[in-house]
């Protein structure tokens, strides 16, 4: 039987935030992978210019991150194991979060050229 689409239950919103989380965990310019944990620190989070912005080659639509200023998407994130607050003040993705399937991978994270 294959696995349960969306097991957590997340809703629309969190799901577009930890796609984006994901992909922010995979940019060397803005993660940092703890080798004990496993869980990935996000330095710092993108900031728009116009109506999108880049994680690494991706160009994310500023509409698809609604999430991230949105406390109670961390909240919820935060509470399912999929992310939490490192000591730095910054948040890192746990393992469980890395391995979510959001399935909005390709819907939102689009290539570029630029």
């Known amino acids: ?5 969306n ?4 809703n629309k919103l ?3 935030t930890l796609t984006l989380l994901q992909a922010l965990a995979e940019d060397p310019a803005t993660a940092t992978t703890d080798p004990e944990t496993g869980m990935v620190q996000i330095g710092r989070l993108p900031h728009p210019h116009g109506d999108h912005f880049h994680i ?19 909240m919820a994130l935060m509470r399912k194991g ?8 910054q948040v890192s993705v746990t393992p469980e979060g890395l391995a979510y399937e959001t399935g909005l991978r390709d819907a939102i994270l689009h290539g570029t050229d630029h």
Do not use: I
């Not at 039987?1 to 689409?5: E, L, N, S």
């Open 14 to 16: 969190q799901l577009k």
């Open 56 to 74: 690494g080659r991706y160009v994310v639509m500023k509409a698809d991150a609604s999430g991230l200023d949105n406390t109670g998407v961390w």
């Open 7 to 10: 097991p957590l239950k997340l």
């Open 1 to 5: 039987m294959p696995p349960k689409a």
């Open 82 to 89: 999929l992310a939490q607050p490192s000591p730095s003040g």
